[in-house]
């Protein structure tokens, strides 16, 4: 089934057949009128190069001046192998459909909302027949069975037409247009972008993503640069001060040489200051007595940080390298 995008914003065109995929473009004097185009024939000229079919208008009260129109567009410079010609139902846009087919050009027969339009698109030719679903739906008519009516009529008798479904209001109408087996679906941006979404896929992907994560980035590539060092000379208080100018629960003690004393962190304080009161914040940090601190080589990935941050239940990690503390790594780093 041939995917065609169905729009005159530029900016758009340009997203989405980047996807690389597109089979075409279709667009309206009202698309272009929406978006404040005045030189049509220029900004025809210009999709022309954007795209690799571009279903343009060809309009006229006659069949003469349906054709001729087409003709003027073409001199243009357009490629008659790549322009298709778009032409809203009627005796007179089918003897054009017809003429225009007589001479090898492209035709889509438009503005369909019968089986009995559609036949005689067919008959004269069409390259393309293309129902308006949404419009034919806002009315109360079943489009679907008209579609099916349409694309059971090309099986039937061997018609070289293709049934476009357009006038595409929302997903549902591509996976509709899908199940009825029609040649072509022509939708508007915003439902093109939403034909891959789906919150599984999402919430999916976004896990494959955090496990990659974890075993392919290590310690050292995400602590943020800040290491959280006091020596032990310095007072509690201090320290303290240290601690909230860092942006951590924690600090690592340090001796004068940088060998690691211990961890310090901010539920020590509470349990100091419980136990002891203030006067507990003019000692030396270095005088207090420390846990052996849990840490993590800067070289280790996320995932042996996972590993143990489980089996400690803490939520800081003390990074170091060569044995020397080189930053913290927290927890909610990880997300």
Do not use: W
Request: hydrophobic share 40%.
């Amino acid at each position: 089934m041939e995917l065609y995008l169905d729009s005159a914003n530029l900016q758009e065109i340009e997203e989405g057949f980047k996807l690389g995929f597109l089979d075409g473009l279709t667009t309206t004097p009202t698309f272009m009128q929406r978006e404040g185009i005045t030189d049509i024939d220029g900004v025809i000229v210009k999709l022309s190069r954007m795209v690799p079919v571009l279903q343009i208008e060809a309009l006229g009260n006659t069949a003469e001046e349906i054709v001729a129109e087409a003709k003027r567009q073409l001199a243009l410079g357009l490629n008659p192998e790549k322009t298709v010609f778009k032409i809203p139902v009627s005796l007179e846009g089918v003897r054009a459909c017809k003429l225009l087919r007589n001479e090898g050009l492209l035709v889509n027969v438009h503005l369909v909302y019968t089986l009995q339009q559609a036949y005689m698109a067919m008959h004269a030719g069409a390259n393309y027949v293309c129902p308006l679903v949404g419009r034919l739906q806002d009315q109360g008519h079943d489009a679907l069975a008209l579609i099916e009516q349409c694309v059971k009529a090309v099986e039937r008798y061997h018609y070289p037409t293709k049934i476009m479904f357009s006038s595409v209001r929302h997903v549902e109408h591509v996976r509709n247009a899908i199940n009825l087996g029609v040649h072509t679906v022509t939708v508007p941006m915003k439902v093109l972008k939403a034909l891959t979404d789906n919150n599984l896929t999402y919430l999916g992907t976004e896990q494959f993503f955090r496990d990659n994560r974890l075993m392919t980035v290590k310690v050292k590539d995400i602590i943020n640069g800040i290491n959280p060092l006091v020596i032990e000379n310095t007072s509690l208080k201090d320290a303290i001060i240290k601690m909230t100018e860092y942006g951590f629960g924690a600090v690592t003690v340090v001796t004068q040489e940088g060998n690691i004393k211990g961890v310090f962190t901010d539920g020590d304080l509470r349990r100091l200051l419980q136990k002891e009161g203030e006067h507990i914040l003019d000692r030396q940090i270095g005088s207090l007595t420390f846990k052996t601190p849990i840490t993590i080589d800067s070289d280790a990935y996320l995932n042996e940080a996972v590993t143990v941050f489980k089996r400690t239940n803490v939520d800081t990690l003390l990074v170091t390298e060569n044995g020397k503390p080189v930053g913290m790594l927290d927890i909610q780093d990880l997300n």
